[in-house]
C-alpha cells in the first residue's frame, strides 16, 4: 500500500526556519515525483513545487521561487519542504502528494505567528 | 484568482444526481487529462477521478468525470450525506509547465 507520512504540526515566530518531511512507502520512492502543495485557511489547492528524488532535480511555482526549498534524501524515502525565513502568511496546510496526485500525505499544519 | 474556475458551492437532497464544472483553456483542459478531487472536512485531498473519467480502485460508479474542449464536468449520482465535501479539478497547464487547480466547489447535500 502507497502511503505518504508528513511530519506533525509546527508552530513557529515569522523570520524562524523550518523543514517539514513527507516520509513514502509501498513504492519505489525514486521512480515518481513529489509534489508539495499549500492550502491556506479556507483556501484551495496551490502547486508549490514538485522534486524528482532519484536525481533531486526541483522545479518551483513562480508565486513560491526563492521562497522555498524542496529536497528529498533517498535512503530513508523522504521528501522535505524547508524554509529559511518564515512569514505571517505562510500559515497554512502542506500536503504532499505523489506523481499523478494518486496519493496523499495527511498535511503538515504550520503557524506563524508572533 | 485560480486558473481553473468552479462554481463556489452546489447542493442536492439526498439520492438525487449533480454536476460540479470545470472551466479552464487551451493550453490546460483544452490539451490535457483532468482529474478530479474530494476534500472532506478535516482531511487530505483523494483523487476522485483520473485521466478525464477513470476512477481510481475503491471508488463508487456514483462518480464519473467527462471532458469536452476546455472544460471538464464531475457527477455525482445517488447523492448520500457523506458526499459533502469540497471538489476540485486540475490539471496540468502547458504554458505554465506544472499542475494548476480550480478554486474549489462544496457541496451540500440538503
Known amino acids: 500500500e502507497v502511503q505518504l507520512v508528513q511530519s506533525g504540526a509546527e508552530v513557529k515566530k515569522p523570520g524562524e526556519s523550518l523543514k517539514i518531511s513527507c516520509k513514502a512507502s509501498?513504492?519505489?520512492?525514486?521512480?515518481?515525483?513529489i509534489a508539495w502543495v499549500r492550502q491556506m485557511p479556507g483556501k484551495g489547492l496551490e502547486r508549490m513545487g514538485i522534486i524528482y528524488p532519484g536525481t533531486s532535480y526541483a522545479i518551483y511555482s513562480p508565486s513560491f521561487q526563492g521562497h522555498i526549498t524542496i529536497s528529498a534524501d533517498t535512503s530513508i524515502s523522504t521528501a522535505y519542504l524547508q524554509w529559511s525565513s518564515l512569514k505571517a502568511s505562510d500559515t497554512a496546510m502542506y500536503y504532499c502528494?505523489?506523481?499523478?496526485?494518486?496519493?496523499w500525505g495527511q498535511g503538515t499544519l504550520v503557524t506563524v505567528s508572533s | 484568482q485560480s486558473v481553473l474556475t468552479q462554481p463556489p458551492s452546489v447542493s442536492a437532497a439526498p439520492g438525487q444526481k449533480v454536476t460540479i464544472s470545470c472551466s479552464g483553456s487551451?493550453?490546460?483542459?483544452?490539451?490535457?487529462?483532468v482529474s478530479w478531487y474530494q476534500q472532506l472536512p478535516g482531511t487530505a485531498p483523494k483523487l476522485l477521478i483520473s485521466d478525464n473519467d477513470k476512477r481510481p480502485s475503491g471508488i463508487p460508479d456514483r462518480f464519473s468525470g467527462s471532458k469536452s474542449g476546455t472544460s471538464a464536468t464531475l457527477g455525482i449520482t445517488g447523492l448520500q450525506t457523506g458526499d459533502e465535501a469540497d471538489y476540485y479539478c486540475g490539471t496540468w497547464d502547458s504554458s505554465l509547465s506544472a499542475e494548476v487547480f480550480g478554486g474549489g466547489t462544496k457541496l451540500t447535500v440538503l
Open positions: 487551451s493550453s490546460n483542459i483544452g490539451k490535457n487529462y
Open positions: 502528494a505523489r506523481q499523478g496526485f494518486d496519493s
Open positions: 509501498g513504492y519505489t520512492f525514486t521512480n515518481y515525483r
